[in-house]
Nanobody
Framework: QVQLVESGGGLVQPGGSLRLSCAAS????????MGWYRQAPGKERELVAT???????NSVDSVKGRFTISRDNAKNTVYLQMKSLKPEDTAVYYC????????????????WGQGTQVTVSS
């Protein structure tokens, strides 16, 4: 079994900072690309940022310059450092990972964390 456990969400004031973490645990061979998504009330879930196994990153324009995605492969963990937070960043944030379950697997499986609430308000 594979689990993604998120932490770091909470309530912050506009302009504040927050760091989200998502650690993969269980039985698997390797992690591929990982990413963060978010879903605000009444809106579709959207991609925020991704990072591949070589630490190449990408992010949506709305968070460029403010959010940084990173990973620690030794800890099977992906992070999202959020700075200069805005009220429109308020959402449930979900981590995602491509997981190769066993050595020699012909394809990977997609796993999601349970989500962590980020609220930006004064």
């Amino acid at each position: 079994q594979v689990q993604l456990v998120e932490s770091g969400g909470g309530l912050v004031q506009p302009g504040g900072s927050l760091r989200l973490s998502c650690a993969a645990s269980g039985s698997f061979f390797s992690l591929g690309a990982m990413g963060w998504y978010r879903q605000a009330p009444g809106k579709e879930r959207e991609l925020v940022a991704t990072i591949d196994s070589n630490r190449n990153t990408n992010s949506v324009d709305s968070v460029k310059g403010r959010f940084t995605i990173s990973r620690d492969n030794a800890k099977n963990t992906v992070y999202l450092q959020m700075k200069s937070l805005k009220p429109e960043d308020t959402a449930v944030y979900y981590c995602n990972a491509e997981v190769q379950r066993t050595y020699g697997s012909r394809s990977s499986s997609d796993y999601w964390g349970q989500g962590t609430q980020v609220t930006v308000s004064s």
